[in-house]
């Protein structure tokens, strides 16, 4: 009985003043159209940053002749060594059939296969490849690496690439990250103003209700059911339209930019979701948060 | 108007300094504002049950602070303020909305609710005590029948004279009979035709036994009353006479001495 009351002094409120509501929904639409954009542009970023970083390797070339169980020895001391992932073994054969497919003229010429049998190593971290280089082949005091493992010929890691795709992913990820931040900062203070605003234009009336004696949940709770309402329309509103987008913009483009089919995005109805429920808490909380300093009556 | 008969009421004479426990006691009770302004000082009042009791004086003197601290909408510096024996500033946050509903209060500039209609607003002081439905269906109407606003129910505020306004004021403030009914300059925008009609109106609710303290500084009308006059100036009480005039005995010349005197002009023959 109490909630149905609560329920239709908001509606009352939304539909005598409608003006400030209005602006308070329309801020956390924007905020939530922004939002639900960049989220998905954020992880797209980051997970492309990721991928190419995976493609850092530390290649493992063995001795030629070197035996099947000297293979095997090998292949689980790498296994055993700390921040390694995957270890693929590429035969002399496999090495050759791939070599062979960038340069097929010289292979041709030259008849014999001189490629070793070597080890592809992924690290679970990237940016700790150089580490495992180290410990694999170790600098002697003349800077000359010298391998460990006796069937091991040589390591390398091609420098240069490795370090070029760290530091480009590593300020790409920096960057987004920044940027998302900023972007939550600025919705939080838009949101809180507006919602402030609308607030503050009713204090009296909040005011009134204190001195004929009512508490201050009496006084909140519509507040908040009106924060409820307004947030849910804002959700629904923003969910729609970026439904409206991304059926008319982003999936028929999905194919051609590899960015836009990222994997390891968001579900869009689990961003849907998201959405929703941030727009109902901030809205609601935000109402009755900003009401406490006006009922201070 | 319909005959308020909610409860008997008392005569008249009542003698209400020695009717048991006073409603409102001011135990030399000081307000300091922040920034050192002072509200009031040391003040001491009793106002016993059924009292119809004036605050005059003029602006600034310390009549809103009393209301205002009647409602713990401000809190005293120091001494104690009582209500029906409760202490004021030893009351918990908690109990403040309580203590407001068993006061009712009239302002100057009405404060009603702009967004409900006549009817809504007196039923908003029903509605946060929890009454049920039916008892609002039943009092509202009853209430604005006796404050002459039965033809009103479904106007907003800002579709009523000034008079009418403060009759809804006065409704929502009197419709659950709370005990005691605070009233701060409820005359202070109308006009004198208008301010009987109020004063009358308030006066019929102090005849049902409800205690009224009313801030003013109407002089027509305090010295058409002739009730409890208590006069305040710069936050002390200089004066707390039954039957009382707003300034008693001041002839022509005397208001002549005083005007010059306050002019700067005179000499100094200030009466007070």
Redesign the interface.
Known sequence: MRLG?FFKEAL??LS??AAPSLAALLTILLTALVLGIFIPIVQATTGTANEVRNRVVVDVFLKSGATKQEIEDTRGALLTSPNVEKVDFISKAQALAKERKRNKEAYELLGTNPLPDSFRVTPEDPGEVNAIVDRLAPRNPEGARKPTLASVDEVRNREEETDKILNATSLVKGVTAGLALLLVLCSVALIANTIRLSIYSRR??V?????????NW?IRWPFMIEGVIVGLFAGVLAILLLTIAKATVVDPLADRFALLAAPDTIDFPLLALLLLVCCVLVSALGSGLTLRRFLK? | MAPLATRPAPSEQAQPRSSGVPVVEFDDVSKVYPGGHVGLERVSVKIGRGEFVFLVGPTGCGKSTCIRLL?K?LEATAGDILISGHSLPEMPR?KV??????IG?VFQDY??????TVYANVA??L???GENRQSIRRKVPDILRLVGLSTKLHNYPDELSGGEQQRVSIA?AFVNHPPLLLCDEPTGNLDPETSIGIMQLIYRINRTGTTVVVATHDKEMVDKMRRRVIELREGRVIRDQQSGLYRPDESTSEFAVRLRGELGIGVEGHPN
């Open positions: 009351f009352r409120a005598r003043s009296r009336e005011e009134v209700m204190k001195l004929v004696g009512a508490t009496f009556v | 409602m909408e908690r909305p309580r203590l407001r509903r068993n209060v404060k009603l609710l702009p967004n409900r908003y002081a509605e946060v005590i929502r």
